[in-house]
């Protein structure tokens, strides 16, 4: 039977004197609920001073590195976030929410409130290793190292970030992914790319069978968590 499932509330970012702190990031919910809740162990807030975490959900291991500043945007699109250059909203900890802007074009994404109860099915791609190809190292739109190989996911409209389980249609084959940058949007050669719901990291889409075709049908939902 499908679960009932629920936001994990999303990280922020807090400026401190001379680099950027993440504290507070989730609070698994001590409510009872329908349904299955996924169990978190292990560390998996930043606080000062912290650069990585490690963690499980369930099966399912994260390990969530903070990026340098002066690494390049995995999604060098994106022209403002909160009204300010990316970097500097992210050095401020304006992402999880905020507004932004890629190529002109104004996205606003969900409140944690209105995320709670997300579940969509549409077409998911998949982005990966040319990300990374010529630079020592790429971030995510929150400040997280980007990993072609983690579990990891862009949508344009959840916090950052957010734990999905993302479900292929076509095989019934799922994982649980952290939402942690902005995507899929519209390329200059295929317009259409923009309605695809999620982009998934190359590793994510191996585990859901649809590394080799590029693209497969998919639920989206997001998840509840209670601490192990």
């Not at 500097?88 to 999880?96: D, K, S």
């Not at 259409?192 to 719901?197: E, L, M, V």
Request: proline residues 5%; aromatic residues 10%; hydrophobic residues 35%.
């Amino acid at each position: 039977m499908r679960s009932f499932l629920c936001l994990l509330l999303a990280c922020t970012y807090l400026a401190a004197t001379c680099c950027s702190v993440i504290t507070a990031p989730y609070r698994a919910t001590k409510k009872v609920v329908q349904g299955t809740v996924y169990v978190v162990e292990g560390t998996y807030e930043f606080t000062a001073g912290t650069t990585k975490l490690l963690y499980k959900v369930g099966k399912f291991t994260f390990k969530v590195v903070k990026a340098p500043l002066d690494w390049p945007l995995v999604n060098h699109d994106i022209d403002t976030i909160d009204g300010l250059p990316p970097k500097e909203a992210i050095r401020e900890g304006r992402v999880t929410t905020a507004s932004y802007t890629v190529k002109g074009k104004t996205y606003h994404p969900m409140s944690v409130k209105e995320a709670e109860h997300y579940n969509e099915t549409g077409v998911a791609s998949w982005y990966g290793y040319e990300t990374v190809r010529h630079h020592r190292g790429a971030m995510t739109a929150n400040g997280e190292a980007f990993d072609p190989n983690g579990l990891t996911a862009a949508h344009k409209y959840l916090p950052l970030p957010t734990h999905v389980k993302v479900t292929n249609l076509d095989n019934q084959r799922w994982v649980i992914l952290r939402v942690n940058d902005r995507g899929p949007f519209p390329s200059d050669y295929n317009p259409k790319s923009g309605d695809r719901i999620i982009d998934v990291s190359a590793g994510a889409a191996k585990k859901l069978g649809y590394y080799g075709k590029g693209t497969a049908r998919v639920r989206v939902e997001t998840i509840q968590l209670k601490e192990g």
